[in-house]
């Protein structure tokens, strides 16, 4: 398993976007052929996928707003960018 | 209980298509033109959908292009918030027209392509000249900015090229491949015995499959469809019965999945006598086979009812004559057993393709089929 560097850019790869859905009342990751329905935690993490937070500053985001050590934060944001990157959803 | 609302809707705007394809997935009873629902319906499907909770719209057909009405149904579409898909062979595009869809706010291109070899391609597609158009539409539609994923439908007839396929596929700037097995419905299943892989074939792409998803890395992404006639376990048909996807035919029939109009017995709503919601709520098409509550044994107590929910109702219908019975493809099921037999029809058979076309069955000249490798 490959470490991500801090300073990497996550963005959505071509033909994805995070949208809100108002009759699931719900954020949900639209790409090609696939949907995606986040839990919370996740949602969090996408929604500071903006092409400009780096994955250490969304960490530092994170760390501000919830309740959790930062190590866990960040290992839990690496591994889901890692998985979302493995199925072509953000590139790194 | 309320079902969950669906994912997904894949609007079948028209049947109509240059390529006569043998293993179409549209039904042996082709819609013709004159029956096609119009814009203003299709407007109004499209925001029922957006309303029901669909959030992605998969533009289909037959060939979506030949509608000269897309871009205005892409727009709608667009507008109503709905993730927008449009599925197709991309021999009627050209470099304008695919910027125009573009500019209407499609989301994404799925291309598809009968083979690699181009002489054939336009064989097995029944359509000259179309493979090299494809790979102009490829380049088109990355230029325009679109994402694109390219869909190899693999059978006997084509599954020694895959790897060259996939290196197509991994420089074309498409952010996915599908690796397509055809699936034994509709034109397909008329044209089983021409199209079966043997198991070593299958065996050997699968290799070819697992060896370029690590040498790639997901770039693209390599997505596989299995042929179910070599499977241990059926699939999850559509997600299962009525749970993620509805379709809507070119005349307005509101369906479950692509084949559901081969199950006798099931009456299906039309969209200009019936909502979307309605449909997906309350109609006994999409009632009878959601969930568990239908099945028989070895389903009912089967631990994993709930993973394939009973794998495919149109498989069950042709394999076994029943939609209620287990899909014979799971081991399990008492018709399992007319899987292999299939199997062992197609091997010794050099069956010519029956191409799709609206004005019936029509055998053309016998192929030369390859031996397996």
């Known amino acids: 398993m ?71 934060i960040s290992a839990d944001a690496a591994a889901l960018l890692r998985e979302l990157s493995e199925k072509g959803v953000v590139t790194l | 209980m309320m079902p969950a609302p669906p994912l997904g809707l894949v609007a079948e705007l028209t049947h109509r298509c240059p390529l006569r394809c043998p293993y179409c997935s549209n039904p042996l009873e082709l819609v013709r033109a004159g029956q096609e629902l119009d814009t203003s319906t299709w407007r109004r499907v499209f925001d029922e959908a957006a309303a029901l909770g669909v959030l992605q719209l998969h533009l289909s057909g037959g060939e979506p292009t030949v509608r000269n009405d897309l871009p205005a149904l892409l727009r709608h579409a667009v507008g109503a918030g709905l993730y927008t898909n449009l599925i197709t062979s991309g021999v009627l595009l050209d470099r304008e027209a695919i910027g125009d869809l573009a500019a209407a706010g499609l989301d994404h291109v799925q291309l598809s392509f009968q083979d690699i070899d ?86 050997i792409a699968t290799a070819e499959v697992d060896a370029a998803r690590t040498r790639l890395n997901g770039r693209p992404v390599i997505d596989y469809v299995v042929p179910d006639y070599y499977a241990a376990r059926p699939k999850a048909c559509m997600g299962g019965w009525g749970q993620r996807l509805l379709i809507v035919t070119p005349a307005g029939k509101i369906l479950p999945c692509h084949a559901a109009e081969s199950l006798p017995g099931l009456v299906f709503p039309r969209v200009q006598d019936a909502s979307l919601e309605a449909t997906w709520q309350h109609s006994d098409a999409f009632n009878r086979f959601r969930s568990t509550e239908w099945m028989r044994e070895p389903c009912r107590s089967c631990d994993h009812r709930e993973e394939d929910w009973g794998g495919c109702r149109c498989q069950a219908m042709a394999l076994a004559g029943d939609a209620a019975e287990a899909d014979p493809i799971c081991g399990l099921s008492p018709f399992h057993e007319r899987v292999a037999a299939a199997l062992m029809e197609s091997h010794a058979s050099a069956a010519p393709f029956i191409y799709r076309g609206v004005t019936g069955r029509k055998k053309l000249p016998a192929i030369a089929v390859r031996a397996n490798r």
């Open chain 1, 2 to 72: 490959t470490t991500i560097d801090g300073s990497v850019v996550p963005r959505f790869a071509p033909g994805v976007r995070l949208q809100f859905d108002q009759r699931r009342n719900a954020w949900v990751v639209l790409s090609p052929e696939r949907v995606f329905l986040p839990d919370e935690p996740a949602t969090a993490i996408l929604r500071l996928i903006d092409g400009s937070h780096s994955l250490d500053a969304i960490v530092a985001d994170l760390v501000r707003r919830f309740e959790a050590p930062a190590d866990r």
């Open chain 2, 118 to 203: 181009p002489a054939e391609a336009d064989r097995i597609g029944g359509y000259a000249g179309g493979h090299d158009k494809k790979r102009a539409v490829a380049r088109w539609v990355r230029e325009a900015g679109l994402a694109l994923t390219l869909n190899f439908v693999v059978h006997r007839q084509n599954l020694e090229r895959l790897p060259e396929m996939i290196a197509f596929g991994a420089d074309s700037g498409a952010g996915r491949i599908e690796i397509a097995h055809v699936q034994y419905h509709g034109w397909a299943f008329e044209n089983r015995s021409a199209l079966l892989p043997s198991r070593e074939q299958l065996e």
